[in-house]
């Protein structure tokens, strides 16, 4: 009856060596505050790392390294817009003095920074309303509310006239007096040089 009595004590205790957050399964983004203990009584190291969940070859790749046990503050932050988009498993391991190793996993961590967060998406329920007025006859069946939609869009403002802006009509106006202009010209300094001849 004591065995019994001190597995379910063991099972049921908080382990010493855990990651508390994030969860298992959870969509992270951004930089990711990764919170732990790692209280163990002969406490050597601990090495925060992560992996590709889908990696068997066990390459895990170090995030932060312990020289001393940390508890009940984030252990860490984890940039996660380092890294491609997937899912991946965090690990705690704690090294013991005596050459042995304690390990806390997290799996299923899903890193969304370029996918949208997933949302749950709300059920569209249907809201009848029974009105029947105070102190009078009621009416014969149920009124149900007629659904009116008020959508107001922004509408431009139109633009002023811009008083540095060329039609075609006022070019070619420019072009004709201008023309006109060298003639003049010309012809009179044809005839002052033709009256200085005679």
Partial sequence: MLKIFLV???LFQDPAIAITSPQNGEALRGVVEIQGRMEAPNFASAELAFAFASDTGGNWFPLQTFSQPVAGIPIAAWDTTSITDGDYTLRLRVFLQDGTFQDALVTGLRVLNDQPLPTSTPTATEIVFNFQPLNQTPLPG???PT?????SFPTSTPLPANPASLTAESIFKIFWQSAAAILFLFVFFSLILRLRKN
């Fill in 142 to 144: 149920p009124l149900e």
């Fill in 8 to 10: 379910l004590y063991l």
């Fill in 147 to 151: 659904p009116t939609a008020f959508l």
